[in-house]
């Protein structure tokens, strides 16, 4: 009887913790929806640019072919493999079809055809669905001008695929995950970590001291969030230095425009925790909304699951993390040299989501501490 008297005391002071309550409703739903929804190993709409060097009818219906397979999303034709390397590395492509010279005519002749499919190796979950159904279609190909020309398999005209891995030949998955760490880790601490410092100021009553100080409020903000900042800068050497010493992962880019474009990431998590801050009552509840943002990070940013394979719907959510955008400035600075200009839609994404968050947290701040 007295253990139900307390079970009953335990149920109705829960119900008062409203953010609690909401949140034992919230993630399990959440949870089913983005594992259930979003999620979907099947890759499909890779984004591919075409370098038709034999600008043939062959080769035309050879890259049609491709995009209806629905696998592959055509999205440029390019003249050259620097403009293939500049389309991988800023991200526009992931995977390109090289047909050369002569293709058609080859075919025509009833000889062996070679096409090329450069893949960006960065994203090793994009290569073997790549490959293999651009295989499949060449195969598919084959047998239908064997059958339309009647020769033997062994004097009629064949399709082959040669497939190219930039940037990760080995396919290690060491080398996809642990730039993405970078975020993932950042995105953690710096949001927990500037959420409970805020709460427990507030736990303590120093924040109403030092708000009735002669201190503005923007000066308060940034300096409650500017040591978090060199915390960041120094989660991300370590994170570097470990990933090339013990996992061997390559950096070929600067490190000088990471870390400045890591900047507005760390800001933008800052905001995000601040932002917490002024909802969460308890340290408690500020680590509970913390792990509860961590959630659709790791499942729609890219991080683990390929954003070409999500719903439109999932996708657009997905532009909205700051870890997506971020995700693509680390591994196409560290694994494929990308520059500034390569990195510049990113650059844009990243400033626009920290305005917002820098704004919402400023006004929620504000109207919190009045």
Known sequence: MRVLVIAWKELRQLRRDRLTVGMMVMLPLMQLLLFGYAINTDVRHIPTVVYDQ??????????????????????????????????????????????????????????????????????????????????????????????????TVATGPRIEVEPATWYNPELRTAVFIVPGLIGVILTMTMVMLTAMAIVRERERGTLEQLVVSPVKNLELMVGKIAPYVLIGYVQISLILVAGRVVFEVPFVGSPGLLYALSFLFIAANLALGLFFSTIAKTQQQAMQMSFFFLLPNMLLSGFMFPIEAMPEPAQWLSNGLPLTHFLRVVRGITLKGADFSDLVPELYWLVGLLGVLVLAASLRFRKKVA
Not at 60 to 78: C, I, K, M, P, S
Not at 107 to 134: C, W
């Open 54 to 151: 034999d600008q043939s009818a062959a080769s035309r219906d050879l890259a049609r072919g491709l995009e209806v397979t629905t696998f592959y999303d055509l999205v440029g034709q390019v003249e050259s493999y620097d403009e293939i390397e500049r389309a991988l590395r800023s991200g526009k492509a992931k995977v390109a079809l090289v047909v050369p010279r002569r293709y058609g005519a080859e075919l025509a002749a009833g000889r062996r055809a070679q096409v090329q499919l450069v893949v960006d190796g960065s994203d090793p979950q994009t290569v073997g669905s790549a490959i293999n159904t651009a295989a499949a279609l060449a195969a598919a190909r084959t047998s239908e001008l064997l059958v339309t020309r009647g020769p």
